[in-house]
């Protein structure tokens, strides 16, 4: 078998979240003896995919300057995707690359399916341009119409295409890297430079800053702990445009930038609870991530965050956009290290469902029955 993934832009996999399912897709195949390649408008790192990549023209997404969106038709990857010779197209962005895909495996006959991996309709409300809702829901209507089948992380966002007309469509949870993300790399020498020494417990964002990921319930989550107490440490693992701001609404706060490899694997695991108040969520890598090292999450009940936790068993759920409720759900956990303890023993467990190799012989039925 030979897949061919198409994707707007493949960014750095410690700064998306999209680029991490891909590129583990690939890696996962490259296991099996499956032969991939992917098609992409941009790349950050080609050396970091497992997989050949195939650049085409693209120019800069107005809206969000660090992506770029490919521009249409086949003319640059028709060429070398006739010389690879896919038996099966995985699209994993709406944009015009997708298109381009449908229209190629329309031409050659190949079967053609889709991973909805983004929440562009409530991203809108974020870039000021909620009135393009109608217009978004039916671009994805009609070009998953045409797929055999479209995957999504999670039931919630199962749900929601559903709701909105797409029937084609069926969960494929995503996976965590448990060579990565595991209590092992939990770190007191980590912890006391963190603190400087003092004995605090940690609470860590990891996510690109980006407003759609809902930050400023964040700082103001952040800003009402500090008011009545100094018994913890703010670390925000991540970067993008809203990074400057974000840090002079948390001052205090610890920024750490981008970081991958054993850096943040010892950022997870040596951490205690973590606040990611996002409601635009399809899945969550980084809440699969921190339960997977030991952290107990905080998370709003929305999106594929809503999966992930269950409510006062293995996390705290707290109502969207209330960073009262989110401050009072951590004040909960940093003032009992018992229920603590629990709810991260119940994470730990509940994690171990999560392996990259079941997602992958799932995905492959995907393919085989779609």
Partial sequence: MKIAYFIGTLKK??????????????????????????????????????????????????????????????????????????DIIHIHSPDAIAFAALKYAKKHGIPIFATHHTDFPRYLAYYHVPFLKPLVWFILRRLYAQMKFVTTPSFVTTDDLKKHG??????????????????????????????????????????????????????????????????????????????????????????????????????????????FPSTTETFGNATIEALASGLVPVVADAGGSRSLVQDGQNGFLTKQKDAEDSRLKTAMLLDNQETLKRMRNAGLDFAKNFSWKKVFEKLLRVYKDG
């Fill in 166 to 275: 797409i029937e084609n469509v069926g969960t494929v949870p995503w996976g965590v890297d448990f060579n990565r993300f595991n209590p092992s790399f939990r770190s007191d020498i980590w912890r006391k430079k963190i603190s400087g020494g003092k004995d605090k417990q940690i609470i860590l964002c990891v996510c690109r800053l980006t407003w759609e990921k809902d930050l400023q319930i964040l700082a103001a989550t952040y800003r009402l702990l500090k008011k009545t107490r100094d018994d913890f440490e703010m670390i925000v693992a991540g970067d993008g445009p809203a990074r400057r701001e974000l840090e002079s609404l948390m001052p205090g706060a610890i920024f750490l930038g981008y970081i991958g490899g054993r850096e943040l694997s010892e950022t997870y695991a040596s951490s205690d609870i973590f606040l």
């Fill in 13 to 86: 996999e410690s700064g998306d979240g999209v680029a991490r399912v891909l590129l583990t897709f690939a890696r996962e195949a490259e296991k099996r003896g499956i032969k991939s390649v992917i098609v992409t408008g941009w790349a950050e790192d080609p050396s970091a995919s497992p997989a050949p990549v195939i650049k085409v023209p693209s120019m800069v997404f107005p809206l969000y300057r660090e992506y770029r969106l490919p521009l249409p038709g086949m003319g640059g990857f028709e060429k070398e995707l006739n010389e690879f010779k896919p």
